[in-house]
């Protein structure tokens, strides 16, 4: 009687020790969960270099353009909303970056001497757009800056309709 006894309280201490380790296995899948979606994309850069080489960008319209602001540093990039003037296909005005409440902010980060004109602004060949994208310029903390004009991105073709096999086709 005195071990039923023993082995039911072992019983139930057990039965608590699992309910808590399971508590304690969800909760971290929870957190882990939380915290693996605000993390930055990685490579963003390549993500929207492979969509505009795949599909071509049709030329980018004289005014102000949305934009988006690709800044990479080896195998990583981040990617911010941005706006920049455009005339006769070049970089006319100046870079304006979107900050996270919605305003407007003016492009802080300079071109490396390599990159500047004269007048300290890009040199006229570097702020050509060819196929929806600026040049690649190199910034003076020595990242990479690309503007992706992806309202000027083209639709996305339709593929051909492969054959069925002979068997399908023909009986």
Request: with cysteine; charged share 25%.
């Amino acid at each position: 009687m005195l071990l039923k006894g023993i082995i039911a309280k072992l019983n139930s201490q057990k039965h608590l020790i699992m309910k808590k380790a399971t508590f304690l296995i969800v909760l971290v899948f929870i957190v882990s969960s939380a915290f693996g979606q605000t993390a930055p994309a990685g490579n963003c850069f390549k993500e929207w270099y492979s969509l505009f080489k795949d599909r071509g960008a049709n030329p980018v319209p004289d005014g102000t353009n949305d934009i988006i602001i690709s800044i990479r540093n080896g195998d990583y990039s981040d990617c911010f909303m941005g706006k920049v003037d455009i005339k006769s296909g070049s970089l006319a005005g100046n870079l304006m970056i979107q900050k996270a409440d919605g305003t407007w902010a003016a492009f802080d980060k300079k071109a490396t001497a390599a990159f500047q004109g004269a007048d300290n602004r890009l040199k006229p060949e570097d702020r050509v757009v060819t196929d929806g994208m600026s040049a690649l310029v190199e910034l003076q903390d020595g990242s990479l800056i690309r503007l992706f004009f992806y309202k000027s991105l083209k639709s996305k073709s339709i593929g051909y309709k492969r054959a069925p096999s002979p068997s399908q086709l023909v009986k």
